[in-house]
């Protein structure tokens, strides 16, 4: 080949696109400076009580407009207390996506309850409303959805199919706080809806957690599960005070971060081996954690003649991906890989509805751009777009 080292890559010693690297997460923010000012300044940094988190449980009610929010100390541990919330429980089934966060099939289990799973959408890669009626049984007493990586699950059937056959819904907004599905805010649609606040989400405290409910039963049950002799999860007045304009700014940063996924998109609509999430359509819009991207290694050249899709394949695609990550990254782009997917699960720890294909295809192929950057001029987002284009050109040529 007769290229100069400026058309080379960066992983094989050529300069890298973004020589800056990906942004730091948290971003500076003067207004969480201020409210870290101010809880000094009060006192409330060292309170078990203080306004900060009223307030804010207040404002994430208000946000939803439903009637109770309650905040705790992790994502996961929301999950937890939603499952004790709709009252699940031991020989309970509950199901979930073949691909999820970890953290979910370990909360079903923490509740006592056995997990029973149903496979992808191939269009987004996430949980395919369509699969939920065959895989309730007797035990079955609630489902778990995630909206993961820009993908919207569409709740408006599914939730028709869960009341009809008493399931209750748990809503995981997690990956995206603010989100439309269907017309509503994410996390409404379900008994009961979950925020993480982890160090990298979109809204962050370090740590931290939240639910939210229009049932007073359910908030009363959360209450319960949470009260042992005194809050055993909670989240701390210092934490609630710089969530509190994080919160404020939230739907002008999702708009922010939906242009530029838009723009990227766009420049990349053409590039080989390189496929976007697709929703449904319908009033919805998705909020940015991580931007899901497909990879299709039966487009590039490094698999070229293997047949795609067939269960052998699995593993060379993960290589591929791994290779192609590695490669994105050294030219200065956050893009990683996805969660690993519960596919390979034994039926001692669940039951399987099919073979979950798509779940198994969404771990090995699913890559995922960070969300920090999302926040960059367009200039930036089009020279993410170019550091992931000309990676996949490099894999075809
Ligand atoms: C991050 C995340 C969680 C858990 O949040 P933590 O605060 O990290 O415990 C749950 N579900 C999904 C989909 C997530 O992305």
């Not at 007769?2 to 948290?26: C, K, Q, Y």
């Not at 923010?29 to 809880?39: F, G, I, T």
């Not at 009626?133 to 408006?156: F, N």
């Amino acid at each position: 080949m007769n290229s100069t080292s400026h058309d080379r890559l960066a992983i094989r010693g050529g300069p890298a696109v973004l020589p800056e690297g990906p942004p730091d997460w948290p971003l500076a923010d003067d207004e969480v400076l201020a409210a870290l000012q101010a809880a000094y300044a009060s006192g409330d940094w060292g309170r078990y009580h203080g306004r900060n988190c009223a307030a804010l449980a207040e404002e994430i009610a208000r946000f939803h407009g439903v009637a109770h929010a309650a905040l705790c100390c992790s994502g996961t541990i929301a999950v937890e207390l939603a499952l004790r919330g709709v009252g699940v429980g031991a020989d309970d089934e509950v199901v979930l996506a073949g691909y999820d966060f970890p953290g979910n099939f370990r909360a079903v289990e923490a509740v006592g309850a056995r997990v029973v799973l149903v496979d992808v959408h191939e269009s987004n890669w996430n949980f395919d409303p369509d699969q939920l009626a065959a895989a309730c049984g007797q035990k079955t007493k609630a489902v778990v959805v995630s909206h993961l990586h820009g993908g919207i699950v569409p709740l408006r059937g599914l939730v028709e199919t869960a009341r009809s056959r008493g399931l209750c819904v748990v809503e995981d907004a997690c990956q995206c706080p603010g989100a439309t599905v269907e017309g509503r805010r994410a996390g409404t649609w379900g008994d009961v809806g979950v925020w993480s606040f982890g160090g990298s989400k979109l809204l962050t405290a370090g740590r931290g957690g939240a639910l939210f409910t229009d049932s007073a039963l359910i908030q009363q049950r959360i209450k319960v599960a949470s009260e042992r002799g005194n809050d055993a999860f909670p989240l701390s007045e210092l934490q609630a005070a710089v969530l509190l304009p994080q919160v404020a700014r939230l739907d002008e940063r999702n708009a922010m971060r939906a242009a530029s996924v838009q723009r990227l998109l766009v420049a990349l609509a053409k590039t080989v081996g390189v496929r976007p999430l697709v929703n449904a359509a319908g009033d919805t819009q998705p909020a940015y954690y991580k931007l899901g991207l497909k990879l299709a290694p039966e487009e590039l050249r490094v698999v070229a003649g293997v047949s795609s899709g067939e269960r052998a394949d699995f593993s060379s695609a993960a290589a591929v991906r791994d290779e192609f990550l590695a490669a994105v990254r050294a030219e200065g782009v956050a893009l990683d890989d996805g969660f690993r997917g519960f596919s390979l699960r034994g039926s001692r720890r669940c039951r399987k509805l099919g073979e979950l294909r798509q779940s198994q295809l969404a771990a090995e192929r699913m890559m995922l751009l960070h969300h920090p950057v999302l926040l960059s001029p367009a200039e930036t987002i089009d020279r993410v777009a170019a550091a992931i284009a000309r990676v996949a050109v490099a894999f075809c040529s």
